[in-house]
């Protein structure tokens, strides 16, 4: 065994002077065990999403306070926080739990709009922003900065109000965390009915209890899938990077000639391709 693991890592006579890991029998291996790792964990995520999902540590005031900071960067004055938005942007979350969906209109042909009406907020002008599988509010609100669209909604000068849900559930077989942000100014009339939704958002969330965050109400979930990816390809970019490190001392130390590719290009060409696993943020925007 030790002999096995000696070819596997160290270059040597009885390799072709090529750890065999470097041999491209090997990588196709290792690029398929990554694969298959890839496909079970979908298919768990489907068979049983209470072992998988994307834990989430955003709320709906961490989302309220990084949305007007944005503005205040830009002069703008700050979003009020409106219950009856709030309540909106909950029933369109819940609504892509119950349709398993993830747009803005459903596949019904709700469109953001009907929510507003359902919740029974009138509007002048409005907006809407989607997330998911984030697990911070910073970078949540980074890829919607990133975006122009999303960019356009968050600090538009045109908006006065805004409800955010923050929503709990199972999305096309993966548990996760849902975020909608509903964007809006009221017509005067709307003004005049909901003089007290604008209230400190504490007492907003009392009053309205789960319906504004966190509802319906799901177990953390066990396992984060994007990590488990991110650790796999970590673990086995890793190694290669490793192997070649050792092969190229080893290959320069003992001079041996060899007419195959440069494992100094190789070294670099992994070590990318590890930066981007490790750095690379989850989570998804419309």
Known sequence: MKGFFSLLFIPQ???????????????????????????????????????LGYSSEITVQKVLDQ?????????????????????????????????????HNS?????????????????TVAGEN?????YDTESMLKAWMNSPTHRDNIVNGKYQE??????????????????????ATPTPQQSKITETSSAPLQSQSQALGSIVEASPQVSSPKINPLLLSKILGTV?????????????????????????????GHIGFLMV??????????????
């Open 162 to 183: 805004i409800g955010i849900g923050v929503v709990n559930g199972v999305l096309n077989g993966v548990k996760t965390t849902l975020v909608v942000q509903h964007f």
């Open 13 to 51: 006579e009885r390799n072709n002077h090529r750890a065999l890991l470097l041999h491209p029998s090997f990588l196709g291996i290792i690029i398929a065990v990554y694969l298959l790792n890839q496909s079970l964990i979908k298919s768990l995520s489907i068979l049983n999403p209470g072992i």
């Open 67 to 103: 949305t007007n900071l944005q503005r205040q960067k830009l002069g703008l004055p700050p979003l009020k926080y409106n219950a009856l938005l709030s309540e909106s942007a909950v029933l369109k979350a819940e609504d892509m739990f119950q349709n398993d969906y993830w747009a």
């Open 273 to 286: 391709i590890l930066l981007l696993l490790i750095f690379t943020r989850q989570g998804s925007i419309f």
């Open 236 to 264: 086995i970019f890793g190694i290669i990077v490793t192997v070649l490190v050792i092969d190229s001392y080893i290959t320069l130390k003992q001079g041996t000639s060899r007419f195959t590719g440069s494992s100094a």
């Open 130 to 134: 989607l997330a998911r599988d984030f």
């Open 107 to 123: 596949p019904e042909g709700k469109s953001p709009w009907d929510f507003f009406q359902q919740a029974g907020y009138h509007y």
